[in-house]
């Protein structure tokens, strides 16, 4: 089993701030998103702006998330992640990315507004670089959605919880050949 790293586990953290089974979302204001940033040790100085690209933005992961596990899903399902993906895109255009690379590495200046998006989007970058990305997974469970690490050698974990994801879709699989069944 591999273990997420430091960014990997970052992307986990942003998307997972929305918990679809408990209903609870911890960035639905721009004080929680900066909270929330400042917590982690990013920057916190998020305005309006910020914090309507920031969920955006998280939308647009999860869909990319979703598709990484289960591929691309028939009809709505699939034009709508499509879209969630483009919208998400466009706000990492936006992200000033001030890290200067050479011939002397030197700091931009401080990051303000849309630190926090540049430093999610940093964050993304470094884990489709080192090949994490196909192991950050979304579960198919549209009770759950959870986004989860799959550590598994053969990365074909395909939900959150074997117990709980898994069994509910065996059981809804089986409530249906039953229902197909002529008695
Ligand atoms: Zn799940």
Redesign the pocket.
């Known amino acids: 089993m591999t273990e997420p790293s430091a960014h990997a586990a970052l992307i986990l953290d942003f998307a997972n701030t929305l918990d679809v089974e408990a209903g609870t979302d911890v960035i639905t204001t721009v004080d929680e998103l900066s909270a929330w940033a400042r917590d982690r040790g990013l920057p916190g100085e998020v305005d309006e702006t910020t914090h309507v690209r920031a969920i955006s933005l998280r939308a647009g992961l999860r869909a990319r998330l979703l598709l990484n596990n289960i591929g691309v899903p028939d009809t709505a399902e699939a034009a709508e992640a499509a879209r969630a993906i483009e919208q998400a895109q466009s706000v990492l255009d936006t992200v000033p990315l001030r890290a200067r690379l050479g011939p002397e590495p030197e700091p931009g200046g401080p990051l303000l507004g849309d630190g926090l998006l540049a430093a999610i989007g940093v964050a993304w970058a470094l884990v489709v670089a080192a090949g994490e990305w196909q192991r950050l997974k979304q579960?198919p469970?549209h009770a759950?959605e959870?986004v989860f690490w799959d550590g598994t050698r053969s990365r074909t974990r395909r939900?959150?919880?074997m117990s709980?994801?898994g069994n509910r879709a065996k059981a809804r699989a089986y409530a249906a050949r039953r229902r197909r069944a002529p008695d």
């Open positions: 579960c469970d759950c959870w939900w959150c919880t709980v994801c």
